[in-house]
């Protein structure tokens, strides 16, 4: 959006030229015009001065430093493996190989020179030379060199330490942080003042379960916030250093993602998000002249009763009026919203946007002219909706990722007069995201992001070993500068960034790291530990701003299922009697990814899963599965099991939503993929060996002691590709269920069923082709197994696992699948299906011995007009029927049963491709 006025604003205060003992950095990329592998072994050295240190970039576990030499090549990206989108097209490559690089950290005069070897040549350059926001290319622009942040590491390897929330105080900073060890968290802080950082000191008095801290000033001295668990839900605590704990909220629920800021007059100030109930809401409350306030609801009453709202913003201004920004789902896709409290009078609630598309995580700063800026990630409409590889017609949750900025003054909206994308290379620009703002000292907005600038498969959506690092940018006159690299900074897909500045002109980010390596087998090397860096930058000349009016947003499409809350409505409202016992349906997923998956980067991340059930599908319950909890090894940190499991207590609301926990363990056929569900917390990874892995033993013998141990209960997925099996092994009471279809892939019913591949289909083997994997197989070796439906990898809005229950506690729903009361579907698609014998009603799933002949009765209500019900019996198809409308009452009896065992189950067909699918009802024929 250009501007129709421009507003000007200039500041004539450069910074001087670093002095020789300040802390210096360039980087160094090898090989983005490689058009084979090749090696960039090298040295560097300085005329004058000493090099501190080097630090790789981009490195595999084959490169190296030592001293001032390096060893690393360049190498070959993956090939396009698509699978799970048949009609994808390949994404473009960044470069021809996967470069490689240095960063070198010196301290030198400014008439230094560096001089590098590399077997291409020699060359050297003076690093007062390199432009601030661009790069010198030598020897025929084989190699780039830019300045970069300069990167100081703060924590050790002690701790798995993460979720850096930093503070400036004048020209000192403050960062607080969480730190993981030994199945708890604690929270440590720490200053930095002229370069040197005090040590460490313990905020929390014990270990406990903990998300997120921040700190502002009061009375001169930090105040820590954190969330931690107690027997209601996550409750937020205080602390200054020295002073006793204090209890910040009380309720029956979870106050999470929680942000401070302090005002001029020294008053501090807490947004936070709370689930109360049906959905959450905004929160803000203060600390004023020495007295915690009652806090002040922020959120919109009128909106739909289950719209969440999330991730609060920040930030007062020079007149001491406080400013929140948080994103809602009140309109049935997300927007940004802002609003302003003084004195304890919330402000009008201010519409920031207002599409279809996907506007989220905003974040705030205030500039020198007292106006307020606000960025924000967005992506298209109808996020989370319906993708799938064989039905399609929304966007993925990780589908895009784009900045955009406002600005807010005297209740005018402005415009930088360039948005962020248009400076981002071309290769990674369609992921930049997380945007973090900061003015500093000359009137210069900063702003430091992460997009994902790297995949080991980069030309699918899928895009596994995905990467992600932070880059920096300031706005001058009227663009965005060249990207700044922020070396070490690798890390996984929402990696916490914090930024400050100080009184001299500096700016910093303290970011969390997990120090990947690139490369690596399979889909990339395992992550590291996580660190809190601190990255320091500075421009130095005049700052000049130029902005624009802000124009009226690009119109966005139409919902694409604009009766689905309705829909959904009528699910819950419905009720199944049944044996005396009252049922009510409740619909989720029991296979979702998140960048946790080292072939999950296409999948979001691991709260966006959580955004995914409770808003845009409208669940009621989710398990989060990710292969092995990200712990593939023994040797590896459970601290991505940690997360997993704390992030189902974050997000649980009894009564509203309900969250299980999880774990995929993968295996190849014939042992296949399972998932694995548990009601209780704390259970450990199972770890898979080479036997089991290479089909020496059987999974079960293996799986089923574990589960019964931790009482779980698992499920297989795509049983019909080279992720299934040939149905080996069987315990009814721990594999009562399977998935028989799953949007990233197709239906396992049986061979040349409605969405389901045949040895001549071969455009349908997603995944391979193992046809002794059928569901139908395992039907006929007398497996008793209900049947689900979810969504794996990318897939969203097209598998639901309903469960008919009693009640939605994580007992009752596992109690569900237990009992096997269960059916599948791709859309919001009610089966009500039952069978009457001897007198007695029975539900879908259960096994029932009988001396009369079964009535089947099924109520479906479909999503849109109904194409084909058919009832199965034995494998075989007994009743077919082609209604019409989007309603059928279905009622079949048998006139003939032999003797023995016998299943019913009852499949539909939409016209629109949706389906659902009953549970087997067994009938034991006397």
């Known amino acids: 959006m250009r501007a129709f006025s421009l507003e000007a604003f200039q500041i004539t205060n450069p910074q001087p030229a670093p002095s020789e003992k300040e802390l210096q950095s360039v980087t160094l990329i090898f090989g983005s015009k490689d058009v084979s592998p090749t090696a960039w072994d090298g040295s560097a050295s300085l005329s004058s001065g000493k090099i501190e240190r080097l630090a790789g970039y981009h490195f595999t576990d084959k490169d190296s430093v030592e001293g001032n030499s390096w060893k690393c090549s360049t190498y070959e990206w993956g090939a396009f493996s698509a699978g799970m989108h048949p009609n994808e097209k390949p994404q473009p490559q960044p470069t021809p190989l996967q470069p490689c690089g240095v960063t070198l950290y010196f301290r030198a005069p400014k008439d230094a020179e560096i001089a590098v070897k590399v077997p291409k040549g020699e060359f050297s350059f003076r690093p007062m030379d390199l432009p601030e926001t661009e790069g010198l290319f030598p020897l025929g622009a084989t190699i780039e060199i830019y300045r970069s942040a300069v990167m100081e590491q703060v924590t050790t390897p002690e701790y798995e330490d993460d979720f850096p929330s930093l503070m400036a105080d004048g020209d000192r900073l403050w960062l607080t942080w969480v730190a993981y060890k030994n199945g708890a968290d604690q929270v440590f802080l720490r200053s930095y003042l002229n370069g040197g950082w005090s040590e460490p000191s313990l905020v929390t008095e014990k270990p406990g379960d903990i998300f997120m801290s921040a700190a502002g000033m009061v009375n001169g001295k930090p105040m820590v916030i954190w969330s931690e668990q107690d027997s209601r839900g996550f409750q937020l605590k205080a602390r200054v250093p020295g002073s006793a704990v204090e209890t910040l909220t009380n309720t029956e629920g979870n106050n999470l993602f929680h942000k401070v800021a302090t005002d001029g007059r020294g008053n501090l100030h807490v947004a936070y998000m709370s689930s109360r109930g049906a959905h959450s809401d905004i929160y803000l409350k203060s600390y004023v002249g020495g007295k915690w306030q009652n806090e002040i609801k922020l959120s919109d009453a009128s909106r739909y ?12 201004d020079h007149d001491g009026t406080v400013w929140v920004a948080w994103d809602s789902y009140a309109t049935g896709s997300y927007n940004i919203y802002l609003r302003s409290v003084r004195n304890g009078q919330p402000g009008p609630l201010l519409k920031v946007t207002d599409t279809t598309r996907f506007h989220v995580r905003p974040n705030l700063a205030v500039d020198s002219q007292n106006r307020v800026w606000i960025a924000w990630d967005e992506s298209r409409e109808n996020w989370a909706k319906d993708v799938g590889f064989l039905l399609s017609g929304g966007t993925g949750i990780y589908d895009s990722r784009n900045i955009k900025i406002a600005i807010y003054a005297n209740g005018k909206w402005l415009t930088p007069l360039q948005q962020v994308e248009d400076v981002v290379p071309y290769g990674f620009r369609r992921f930049t995201q997380t945007p973090r703002l900061v003015a500093d000292s000359n009137g210069r907005m900063w702003m430091f992001f992460r997009p994902r600038s790297n995949t080991k498969l980069p030309t699918s959506l899928w895009a596994a070993g995905g990467k992600w690092e932070v880059y920096a940018t300031y706005y001058q006159g009227d663009h965005w500068t060249e990207l700044i690299p922020v070396p070490e900074s690798a890390g996984r897909n929402g990696g916490e960034i914090s930024t400050a500045a100080d009184l001299q002109g500096n700016v910093y980010a303290a970011l969390v790291t997990d120090h990947r390596l690139y490369g690596g087998p399979n889909f990339s090397a395992n992550p590291g530990n996580n660190d809190i860096l601190l990255a320091r930058l500075r421009a130095d000349g005049p700052a ?10 690009p119109p966005a499409g139409l919902p694409s299922e604009p009766r689905e809350r309705e829909q959904i409505q009528a699910l819950r409202n419905y009720t199944i009697s049944a044996g005396g016992k009252t049922y009510r349906i409740y619909r989720g997923d029991m296979h979702r990814h998140t960048e946790i ?4 980067a296409g999948d979001g991340t691991l709260y966006e899963s959580y955004r995914y059930a409770m808003d845009s599908s409208g669940m009621d319950w989710l398990a989060v599965t990710d292969h092995q909890s990200g712990q593939p090894g023994a040797n590896l940190s459970d601290y991505p099991v940690w997360r997993i499991q704390k992030a189902a207590d974050m997000f649980h609301v009894p009564g509203f939503f309900t969250a299980l926990y999880g774990v995929e363990r993968s295996l190849g056929y014939p042992n296949g993929h399972r998932n694995l569900i548990f009601a209780k917390r704390g259970v450990p990874v199972l770890q898979i060996g080479p036997r089991e892995q290479k089909a020496a033993v059987n999974t079960g013998s293996l799986l089923y002691p574990f589960l019964r141990k931790w009482n779980g209960l698992t499920s297989s997925h795509t049983s019909h590709t080279g992720m299934g099996t040939d149905w080996r092994d069987n315990d009814p009471d721990l594999e009562p ?16 069923a409605p ?31 209900g049947v689900q439906a979810s969504s794996d990898h990318v897939s969203t809005h097209l598998s639901y696992a309903v469960l008919l229950a009693e009640n939605s506690t994580r007992e009752g ?12 579907a791709t859309s919001n698609i009610l089966m009500d299906y039952r069978m009457n014998l001897d007198g007695r009603t029975c539900m879908q799933g259960d096994i029932v011995p009988s001396q009369s002949l079964p009535e089947l009765t099924a109520k479906i209500v479909g999503t849109g007009p109904i194409k084909h019900v058919v009832v199965v019996r034995d494998n075989e198809v007994i009743y077919s029927r082609e209604p019409a409308g989007e309603t059928y009452d279905l009622r079949f009896r048998e006139s003939n049963l032999p003797a023995g065992e016998h299943f019913y189950y009852v499949r539909m067909e939409q016209k629109d491709g949706n389906m659902a699918w009953s549970s087997p009802i067994w009938v034991q024929r006397k």
């Open 305 to 316: 009763a289950r719209a969440n709202d999330w991730n609060p913003a920040i930030v007062t």
């Open 544 to 553: 000049v701003t130029h902005v624009g009016t802000r124009g009226v947003e």
């Open 597 to 600: 998956s080292l072939d999950g």
């Open 737 to 752: 269920i399977v998935e028989i279809y799953q949007g990233a892939r197709t239906s396992a019913e049986r061979e040349g």
């Open 755 to 785: 969405l389901s591949p045949t040895a001549k289909r071969t455009e349908l083997w997603a995944g391979g082709y193992r046809p002794l994997g059928f569901v139908s197989n395992a039907w006929a070796k007398g497996y008793k197994l």
């Open 813 to 824: 729903l596992m109690d569900a699948m237990r009992k096997r009361h269960t059916y599948a």
